[in-house]
């Protein structure tokens, strides 16, 4: 091999290895002729942003804001830490909620479908007529009356009272008004052997013993009334 062939030799080489080179050359040039319009527009962008908070932005604010979170790093920390527990707490419930939402949604519709909502709505449109009708004072006095007739209403649970109620409740539906008649003396006296009358009359005067009873404990419970000022003073 003559020289001039090893010379071309070599110079094949190098060519071969130059030719990468020249071709990220190329691509970089490419690169730089193509962001050229880009820089011109994202320059404009950027200074139109800018000019927007040029108005807000002082570079004091923003050094201070730099200061306080290199104060602020371990609370910093601290955040990051209770919002990834926050997360994991998020993950761990999200089971539950898929199958607890719709139980849920089940059961509002059930209450729906029985009317609690249209009977709760009709209790706060209630509510509202008494507040236009009575003040607070009114308000007040309506539920002490009402703190009353709750312990009326637990003396009426006494079984004894409760059949007597409905017995007494009973008994106009037993009279036959239509078929009353006058009563002189003499019906009045053969009214008297009748076994029913007897019973009538022995409950009216027991009825009529509890009501003496109920004038006692009134007068008494006026009496003390009465006292309790003097004893005041």
Known sequence: MTN??????????????????????RSINELKDDFIPLQASAFKTLTSELQEIEAGFQLEDFLTLIKQTMRRTNDLIFALRQLSNIAELARDIEPLLKSGVPQMIAYLDQLEQR???RVL?????IRAKVAEAYDAEDIDQIGDALVGLLGVTKQLSDPKAKDFIEKMANLPSHVDLEGCKKVGPFR????????????????????AKAMGKLKKDVS???????????EDT
């Open 4 to 25: 001039e062939e090893l010379i071309l030799m070599k110079l094949e080489n190098i060519e071969s290895q130059i030719e990468p080179v020249i071709q990220f050359s």
């Open 115 to 117: 009317g609690v909502f």
């Open 121 to 125: 709505k009709a209790t706060l449109d």
């Open 188 to 207: 009045l006296a053969s009214a008297m052997c009748d076994q029913e009358v007897k019973e009538g009359l022995g409950v009216l005067i027991e009825l």
């Open 220 to 230: 008494g419970a006026q009496e003390k009334a009465c006292e309790l000022p003097q």
